[in-house]
């Protein structure tokens, strides 16, 4: 057998066990965090869109003013859910600690 050949190295193979393990925990807590964000924003959008659509059916056409804002805001956060719209972000830097946190 050959020892291994330089340029067949892969970056986890250079990675210690404390690296991977930081590696793959912050990509299971982002992986988390985008579920539940979609999650939340789809929750959002149904109870905003209900709001928008029981007004017009419970006033009519006079109603229709108060509820567009409710369904422009239930369409806006269902599209932002599936990343069809942009949403605004807070730019995060990491603790200057080395710990990885936010």
């Given at each position: 057998m050959s020892p291994p050949d330089e340029t067949q190295r892969t970056p986890l193979s250079d990675m210690d066990d404390a690296e991977l393990y930081t590696v793959v925990r912050r990509a299971t807590r982002d992986a988390i965090f985008d579920v539940v964000g979609t999650l939340a924003l789809l929750g959002f959008s149904?109870?905003?869109?209900?709001?928008?659509?029981?007004?017009?059916?419970?006033?009519?056409?006079?109603?229709?003013?108060?509820?567009?804002?409710?369904v422009l805001l239930a369409l806006y956060c269902g599209a932002a859910a599936f990343n069809r719209a942009p949403l605004p972000s807070i730019p995060f830097a990491p603790a200057e600690d080395g710990t990885g946190r936010y």
């Open positions: 149904l109870v905003s869109l209900w709001i928008g659509v029981q007004t017009v059916i419970e006033q009519g056409t006079e109603g229709a003013i108060f509820a567009a804002p409710f």
